[in-house]
Each structure stands twice: as structure tokens, then as C-alpha cells.
């Protein structure tokens, strides 16, 4: 029988295959595994599917940025990205926020000049997935701007361009740029023009929305591990109902021409550093990107950089920084020297200018070592979710979208001929194309201290107003996910400890061997190596350093150079540094490379050179580093703070960081000194080993059996304790130099170590307290609601040894605020002490951390981290999973006892540092 329809019945059945069929992702193309689709109204998705991951990135990248911010309103993009975070049509308010936080391990956001990037990091969870792309497809449809959270946001936005643009080399460039382009297109810095900010109004960031924020100018990037037919299926469904927009056309930047600066020569004067820069600047030339990305490496690395043996070898400065930023729109290398008050200013500019611009040819075998160490960093790159998919994103930006052009510049880099790279070098790192950038110390009148004005207020914010909170959500969720974690950290504990092989020689050596594959196919050892006490070590704290940096710096039988190309070869690389009265060494390589590299560097630890030269070199370099006046505001307070916490005397290696100090230390040690202290303290006897990766576990306990278990010393080893101590209240606010942004720190300390019952409870009140940077309850008081701060820390530190731990709280404020931070600080601890915290808070904390403790477990380098102090304990992972019981049962009457209990305002010490306070005694 046959059917008939009428035209309209036909027309709904075509429009629903149509919304079903013709709206599918297309893929656009595959390169090096990775995919390219595009739905029907514009949006481009790449995905670059990594199973060996633990983790998923997500990037949603907007091809916008500040050089379309409307001409005389500097910074609406970026203060529109600050907005984003509020809430949509469909998820009000601190709800966004608070679900970002809930289904991610980290969020955050950026704008530039030519893009605006949400960036979340996320667990390898199909619901948590899902979670993040339909609030993204909220956000680029659904966003909400509201009014009442401009004010605040463009002081916060004040706060971040105090702190970023008052650093010497960020000034520097923002006068290079005005010079090169005046106040628009790159000269306008895309963080804002503080009084452009202010007349921005909610209808032009509305207008700014709707034009930019469209599927057609985005790009939504995902690396890691997924499921690729479940993630088109989720985007598919959350973005193809968000209708394609007309586009306005993109801001064009001017063809740069050098020629025409009227200055090429900057001064800036701020901080304790002294340094010169020469900037090659020329306007963008495709062709001899390559070569100029090869060019920081080639002249600055140890030991073969020519910069670095020409400027630093020989003793004219200490350092050779160098970098590049090649845009669409310039070409821009850097070429720098670091020195100190006892270098001659002018050797060190002639020196760089000589060692940059009348640089001898490099040579084949230079060039194939960067070339080589271009290919190990690629694979690095590529089996880390995040690195791989920032990298997408970069290009993706740069090249109108086409991301695979970075695989096409790792071909070229190989293909590079070195004559190539020479003329290249010889044609644009000319004093033609030179900006000399000089950076010298604050004067001498800028540390004086200054009245305070205290009518300078900004703009009403959150706090002055009547906006009430956000409801909360329903714990359930929480604690389901609680439970979750629970079990599956359980599983992971359980299946990886039965893989890892623990032991201990007769002579003490204690190791753990954990043969697994990693997501890297990298394979990896630690070596602890601890000796001597605090008596035998008296004095000995700038030897312990030399020695460890010293130590894999050359022996009889190999040179720097030798280890340098062996550690390229391997894909990896051995270190040593020294901590308190031991050394850590690391050793990484590629799975197929690392035996044979393994054991190199424990030919290296067995028959250290300690060549005169070497010693010489760091020593020199040390000692110029020191010889600097530290008086920014950071470490005005960090040395405040730490003389003020002092318990043990100069010369103890527990002895705090006091410049003067080491300095005697460091005058006073001989090579001949590190000679004698690695002959008679460093031997295995107190030592823990851990490997991990891709090796058979028998022959590497042969091999360390046949290495470690006979080196043994006759030194008495006693670990370094530091007991806890209590202070009475303080607060110091400290004379720095003038900058924009003041420093505040503050310890708490209690009688609470890492094994000590109320542990857990402290560490789900850090979390209320200070982990989030937008939802915590310091990020709420200091940042949300009064914009005192662009960003914070805040840390819970525990004891290994002995029950003593501290809270300390740190931040950066704009100068002058620091009675106003330090109110802040005491009204959210007085809050926490009179109110205690809410069951919401404790389970959402709960469930946070669990999210990163589970998540550390998945990741095999993460567990190589956790084997050697395990070792020193006499631990094993099954000591985890107990404290996973014991968060578990963490309730709100814990939390709020534990606060009572430990959180004591008498003993809070705080020190805050600007161009307001007192200079020091």
C-alpha cells in the first residue's frame, strides 16, 4: 500500500534528517594521528587522542584578541575574559564556577593580541568530559555579562597589570612596542589601558560578545585520553545548535619598519638586577623563521653556546639569557647577558655585541645537537596531553587555523643546512636591526619611604554592595563522587604495589624497582644519598651545594661537553642538587637508551673530576649573583619573614637564606674543600634508590646490587629535624623600593606533622580556605569582593619526621594596601573561628582532593616521585590508602575542631612590604 504525505509532513521529515544527518563533524584532515572536523556552522575541532594519558585538555580558542579591542577602550577583550567565568543563562551566577571547578583538575583563561583561550585540564572521565563541553557551548552562546561585577573585575585586571608590567624586562618591552607601534595595534598591551578600562560600558562588551564569540571564529582543541566518537557525539550535540555569525573583519597590524624608531635605546630602572639586552627586531619574515628559532640554543647552551663561552666562560657576565618571539606580524630575538656590579658595563655591551654580531660560523655538529634536541623535546611534547595541545593551539592561532603547520616546522628544522642558519644569522643580527635594552637596579632615591594617601580608593566593589550569595549545591554529589575516588584509588594502590619490588642491601642502601611502562616511554631513577649531621656539617652548606653541581660536571675519562651530548643522545639527562645533608640525583632517559645511560652517570658519581675551572666558573657566578641590594618587595618580605623564624644559628644548614652570610661561605670554600667533603661524607650507606619505567627488574637489581651495596662511608648520619616552634603575634610592614605592587607573607605554625590524626582535617581546611583562586574563601575576600589581589597562594606544610607543621599565606597587593590585605586575611580566619565551614564546603574539598590524589596514582611518574621518601619512611603505598580512609571520614564537626584547635591568631606572624613601611634595623 502506498503512502502519501502532504508537502508540509515531507517538509518536517527532511528537516528533521537534516538536523540529525547533515549537522555530523566532517573531517577536514589527519595528520601525525591527529584529527581535524568542522560542523556545519563553522567550529573547528581537533583532536589528538593520546590512550597513555591520565589527563584531557581542553582548549575553546577564540580568534580574537586585543587588536580588536575598540579604538579608546584598551583591554575589553581581556576584562570580557575576566566576565566569562560569572555565569550563563542556563547556570547562574558562582554555579559556573563552582561546576568548572567540580569537574576539572585545573581552568583557566588568556588573551592576546590576536587570540582568547579557556583552557581546562581535565580527568580522563566521560561525565566530566561532557560536563566541560556543555559549559563551554554555554559560554560561547549563553554568557551573561552582568554590570555588577565590572567593577571589581577591571581592579582585579589593575591588580594583574601591577604585578606583570612593574618586572623590569615586561616594562622594557612595552616601551620597545609603544616605540615600534605608539599606543594601538601591539603597542596597546592586550591586559588594558587603565583609563581606557574605565569607560567601558556593558553594551560594548555585549556588542564585543555577540561579534566575536561565535562557532565560525573558534577552535575547539582536545588532546589526551577520550573517546573520540563520544566527544564529537557531546560536541556535535551541545554546539551545533549555535547559530554561525557574521564575522567582523580582523584588526590589521602595520608593516613594522625599524628604520623609522625614533629611539633604539631603553633604560629602565627597577628591581636589583643588572642586565643587557640586544633585541633583533624586524617585521615578519616566514622564510628564516626556522633558522631564527634555532638561534637562543645555539649561542647560549652549556657548554658549547658561543655567547655562553665568549660572555660567560670568560668571567664577562654570569649569565646569557636568550629567547625568540616569531609572530605573524614580526620577527623578534632576543640576545642577553646578566652581570654584576664587579662587571665593566661596557666590556659586557661590547662583548654582546660582538659575540652576537661578529660570531664565528657554527659548525655541522653544533647545529645537529640542536637538531637532536629539537626531536627529544617533540616527543615530549607529544605524549604530554597539555604540552601537545597548547602547542596545537599556538599554531592554530598563528596560521589562521592550520595547527599542522608545527609538524611542518619540525621537518624543516631537520632539513636546515647549516650554511643556511650562518647567513641567516649574518643578515638579521645586525646592529641594523639592534634595540638595546639596559637594565639597571632602582635608584637610590626610589627606596625611600613614602606617605600614604589614603583617599586613593578604587571603584566600589562586591563587598560594598548588597549582591547576596549564590545557593549552594546539593552535597550528594560530592559525596558520591567521594566514594568513587575512594575505590578507585583503592584499585590503583592495590594493582601497582604489587608491581613495585622494595628492598635493602646489607650495607643500608634501601630501593624500590617499579618496571610498568610510562606515558613518555621515558625510564627514571632517583638517587637519595644522605650523610653527615648538623655538628659535621657545620658550616659546610655552600660545599654540600658545589659539590652536587660539581659532581656531574665532568671526570677523568669524560668533559661537559661529552655528558651534555650523551644526555641529548639518551633523550634525557642526569642532575645532582644538593638538599639539607644529602644530594638528589635525578637520571631520566628513553626506555631503549637508559641502561647503557644509567650506567654513565653512576661512572660520573664514582669518579667525579671536580675540575678547577668549573669550580671557578660557578663560584664567580655565584658569588655575582648575591651581589645584588634585594630590596623588591617579594624579597623584602620572604627575608623578613624567614629572620624572624629563625631557631638555629649561622652556619647550621637549617640557617635560613641570609646574602650576607653566604657570601662569607661562599668566599671562604675551596675546590679543595668539595674534594674532601665528597671523599669523606658521600657514600650509599644512607641512600634510596627508585626506578621506574621500561627495564627488567633482575638485571637492574644486579646492576645495583653491583654498584651501591659496597660504597659505604664511616660518617654518622642523622636526619635533619626541625622541631615546631611557636611565636607570638606580629606584624611588620617593611620599606621596599617603589613599584606598583606591595608583598604580603604570613606563617602560622602547630604542632602537626604529616602522620598526626588531625592531618586530614587541616588539609580539607587549606583546600576551603585557599585552593581555588576564584571560589576559596581568602579568593573571595581578597580577590572577588575587594580586588586587593590578583592571585594569592596559600599552603598547609607538614612534617615528615616530627609533628610540626605551618600555614603560610602569601600574596601581591597593589602598594599601599597593605593594612586593608592583612584585614582580609584576619576577617576570613575569624570567620572560619567563629563560624566554622559548611558541609557543602567540606564534601566539595573532599571530593577536590581526592580528584588529584586518584588522578597522581594514574600517572607512573607521578608514583616514581612518592618511591624514594616512601623508602626513607619504611612506607609503601598501602600507607595511602589508609590516609584515603581517614579524608574519607573527615566531617564538617573535624574540620571546625580542628580550626579551633590549631588556627591561633596569637601566633600568626605577617609581613607585608612596600614603598610605605619601615626600613628595616
Request: hydrophobic letters at 35%.
Amino acid at each position: 500500500m502506498a503512502f502519501r504525505f502532504n508537502q508540509y509532513v515531507v517538509s518536517i521529515i527532511l528537516l528533521g534528517i537534516g538536523a540529525s544527518v547533515f549537522a555530523q563533524p566532517v573531517l577536514l584532515k589527519t595528520e601525525q594521528k591527529i584529527e581535524e572536523y568542522k560542523l556545519d556552522n563553522g567550529l573547528r575541532i581537533v583532536l589528538a587522542e593520546n590512550d597513555k594519558e591520565n589527563k584531557v585538555y581542553m582548549s575553546t580558542i577564540y580568534r580574537t584578541g586585543s587588536l580588536n579591542d575598540p579604538k579608546g577602550k584598551g583591554g575589553l577583550a581581556h576584562l570580557l575574559e575576566h566576565l566569562a567565568f560569572k555565569g550563563t543563562q542556563n547556570i547562574k551566577g558562582e554555579e559556573f564556577q563552582r561546576r568548572l571547578n567540580q569537574y576539572t583538575l585545573s581552568n583557566n583563561a588568556s588573551t592576546d593580541y590576536y587570540s582568547t583561550k579557556y583552557i581546562n585540564v581535565i580527568r580522563p572521565e566521560k561525565n566530566a568530559i561532557n560536563e566541560i563541553i556543555h559549559l563551554e557551548a554555554e559560554r560561547m552562546d549563553k554568557l551573561v555579562l552582568q554590570e555588577k561585577f565590572v567593577p571589581s573585575e577591571i581592579a582585579i585586571v589593575k591588580r594583574e597589570r601591577e604585578v606583570r608590567l612593574d618586572q623590569p624586562f615586561a616594562v622594557l618591552i612595552d616601551q620597545v612596542f609603544k616605540t615600534a607601534y605608539g599606543n594601538q595595534h601591539l603597542g596597546r598591551l592586550p591586559i588594558g589601558d587603565l583609563n581606557e578600562l574605565q569607560t567601558i560600558n556593558m553594551g560594548e562588551l555585549n556588542t564585543f560578545y555577540r561579534n566575536w564569540y561565535a562557532p565560525n571564529n573558534a577552535t575547539l582543541i582536545i588532546s589526551g585520553k577520550f573517546d573520540k566518537a563520544e566527544v564529537l557525539k557531546q560536541i556535535d550535540e551541545k554546539f551545533s545548535p549555535i547559530a554561525a555569525r557574521n564575522i567582523p573583519q580582523q584588526a590589521k597590524v602595520p608593516t613594522l619598519d625599524n628604520s623609522k624608531f625614533a629611539n633604539k635605546t631603553f633604560v629602565v630602572q627597577k628591581g636589583s638586577d643588572l642586565a643587557k639586552y640586544n633585541i633583533y627586531l624586524t617585521s615578519a619574515n616566514e622564510k628564516i623563521k626556522t633558522a631564527l628559532a634555532m638561534a637562543p640554543t645555539l649561542y647560549t647552551l652549556q657548554p658549547s653556546g658561543h655567547l655562553y663561552q665568549s660572555i660567560v666562560e670568560s668571567g664577562t657576565a654570569t649569565a646569557v639569557p636568550a629567547t625568540t618571539w616569531l609572530d605573524k606580524d614580526f620577527n623578534m630575538v632576543f640576545m642577553g647577558a646578566v652581570y654584576a656590579p664587579n662587571h665593566n658595563e661596557k666590556m659586557v655591551q661590547t662583548a654582546l655585541n660582538n659575540g652576537v654580531e661578529q660570531n664565528k660560523s657554527f659548525t655541522d655538529i653544533e647545529l645537529n645537537r640542536i637538531k637532536k634536541m629539537t626531536v627529544n623535546q617533540a616527543e615530549s611534547i607529544k605524549n604530554s596531553a597539555s604540552a601537545l595541545g597548547s602547542r596545537l593551539g599556538d599554531y592554530a592561532v598563528a596560521y589562521d587555523g592550520d595547527w599542522s603547520k608545527y609538524f611542518k616546522d619540525l621537518e624543516e628544522v631537520q632539513n636546515l643546512k647549516v650554511d643556511e642558519v650562518n647567513q641567516v644569522y649574518k643578515s638579521f643580527l645586525t646592529p641594523q636591526n639592534r634595540i638595546i635594552g639596559d637594565i639597571q637596579p632602582t635608584p637610590e632615591d626610589q627606596k625611600k619611604a613614602l606617605k600614604l594617601d589614603v583617599n586613593a580608593t578604587d571603584a566600589k566593589t562586591l563587598d560594598t554592595s548588597t549582591e547576596k550569595p549564590e545557593p549552594l549545591k546539593d552535597i550528594s554529589t560530592y559525596q558520591k563522587e567521594v566514594s568513587a575516588f575512594v575505590e578507585a584509588s583503592k584499585k590503583h594502590i592495590e594493582t601497582t604495589e604489587q608491581k613495585i619490588e622494595r628492598g635493602e642491601f646489607k650495607n643500608g642502601v634501601k630501593y624500590a624497582l617499579y618496571p610498568t611502562s610510562t606515558r613518555d616511554d621515558k625510564t627514571y631513577a632517583t638517587i637519595h644519598v644522605d650523610f653527615g649531621t648538623a655538628e659535621t656539617l657545620f658550616n659546610k652548606g655552600q660545599v654540600v651545594d658545589l659539590m652536587a653541581y660539581l659532581m656531574l660536571r665532568g671526570s677523568d675519562k669524560y668533559s661537559l661537553q661529552d655528558i651534555a651530548d650523551k644526555s641529548i643522545e639518551a633523550g634525557g639527562g642526569v642532575s645532582a642538587s644538593g638538599s639539607g645533608n644529602g644530594v638528589n640525583i635525578q637520571v631520566v632517559a628513553k626506555k631503549e637508551k637508559f641502561e647503557e645511560f644509567f650506567k654513565f652517570a653512576i661512572e660520573l658519581m664514582k669518579a667525579p673530576k671536580f675540575e678547577q675551572t668549573q669550580f671557578d666558573l660557578i663560584k664567580s657566578q655565584s658569588l655575582s649573583s648575591l651581589d645584588r641590594p634585594y630590596t623588591e618587595p617579594d624579597m623584602v618580605s620572604a627575608l623578613t619573614i624567614t629572620r624572624i623564624l629563625e631557631k638555629f644559628q649561622p652556619g647550621d644548614l637549617r640557617y635560613h637564606f641570609e646574602p650576607e652570610f653566604a657570601k662569607k661561605e661562599l668566599e671562604a670554600a675551596t675546590n679543595d674543600q668539595v674534594k674532601a667533603l665528597y671523599q669523606q661524607f658521600f657514600a650509599m650507606n644512607h641512600s634510596q634508590i627508585a626506578v621506574t619505567g621500561d627495564f627488567d627488574a633482575k638485571k637492574m637489581k644486579k646492576l645495583l646490587k653491583a654498584e651501591f651495596s659496597k660504597w659505604n662511608g664511616n660518617e654518622t648520619y642523622e636526619k635533619l629535624i626541625t622541631p615546631y616552634s611557636t611565636y607570638s603575634a606580629q606584624k611588620h610592614h617593611m620599606l621596599a623600593e617603589q613599584r606598583k605592587f606591595g608583598s604580603y607573607v604570613s606563617v602560622m605554625p602547630f604542632p602537626v606533622g604529616q602522620d598526626h590524626p588531625d592531618r586530614p582535617a587541616l588539609v580539607v581546611f587549606g583546600n576551603i580556605l585557599g585552593v581555588s583562586q576564584l571560589s576559596s574563601r581568602l579568593a573571595q575576600e581578597l580577590r572577588e569582593k575587594n580586588a586587593l589581589v590578583y592571585g594569592f597562594g596559600s599552603t598547609l606544610n607538614f612534617n615528615d619526621n616530627n609533628d610540626s607543621g605551618a600555614l603560610g599565606i602569601s600574596a601581591n597587593y597593589t602598594a599601599g594596601k597593605a593594612a586593608q590585605v592583612s584585614q582580609a586575611v584576619h576577617k576570613v580566619l575569624n570567620d572560619l573561628l567563629k563560624n566554622g565551614v559548611t558541609e557543602q564546603e567540606v564534601e566539595a574539598a573532599k571530593a577536590e582532593i581526592f580528584k588529584k590524589r586518584v588522578t597522581a596514582l594514574e600517572d607512573e611518574r607521578r608514583i616514581h616521585s612518592m618511591l624514594a621518601p616512601q623508602l626513607e619512611r619504611g612506607r609503601d603505598l598501602y600507607a595511602r590508602e589508609k590516609q584515603d580512609q581517614d579524608f574519607a571520614k573527615v566531617t564538617k564537626a573535624d574540620v571546625d575542631a580542628a580550626i579551633k584547635k590549631y588556627i591561633k591568631l596569637d601566633q600568626f606572624v605577617e609581613v607585608m612590604s612596600d614603598q610605605y613601611g619601615k626600613a628595616a634595623k
